[in-house]
């Protein structure tokens, strides 16, 4: 089995910063794509960023704020939050690829997810 436990989520204030942390547990390799999609309140999933390896994937919303990582040796992902803002507010959710590559689509079944952790940026 595969699992994915994210961690890290909290209520901040704008400008805050955050690190949201994702252990995996079981068939992962470091040939795998993982990384974060995002659900705000009324919003569908959204993509976020990703860890691939030959780089890296960010949205256009997040780009040099938030920053994505990996620790090979312990299947964990990490994405660090930096000057959130009040539309960062969403549910975080890890998601882990099957075959090696992910699709920066959330409907595209082609991932484990975790279980989400929620992120709220007051004003």
């Known amino acids: 089995q595969v699992q994915l436990e994210e961690s890290g989520g909290g209520l901040v204030q704008a400008g805050d910063s955050l690190r949201l942390s994702c252990a995996a547990s079981?068939?992962?390799?470091?040939?795998?794509?993982m990384g974060w999609f995002r659900q705000a309140p009324g919003k569908e999933r959204e993509f976020v960023a990703a860890?691939?390896?030959?780089?890296?994937d960010y949205a256009d919303s997040v780009k040099g704020r938030f920053t994505i990582s990996r620790d090979n040796a312990k299947n964990t992902v990490y994405l660090q939050m930096n000057s959130l803002k009040p539309e960062d507010t969403a549910v975080y959710s890890c998601?882990?690829?099957?075959?090696?590559?992910?699709?920066?689509?959330?409907?595209?079944?082609?991932?484990?997810w975790g279980q989400g952790t929620q992120v709220t940026v007051s004003s």
């Open positions: 998601a882990a690829s099957i075959s090696g590559t992910m699709s920066r689509n959330p409907k595209y079944n082609d991932k484990y």
């Open positions: 079981g068939r992962i390799f470091s040939s795998n794509t």
């Open positions: 860890i691939r390896w030959s780089g890296t």
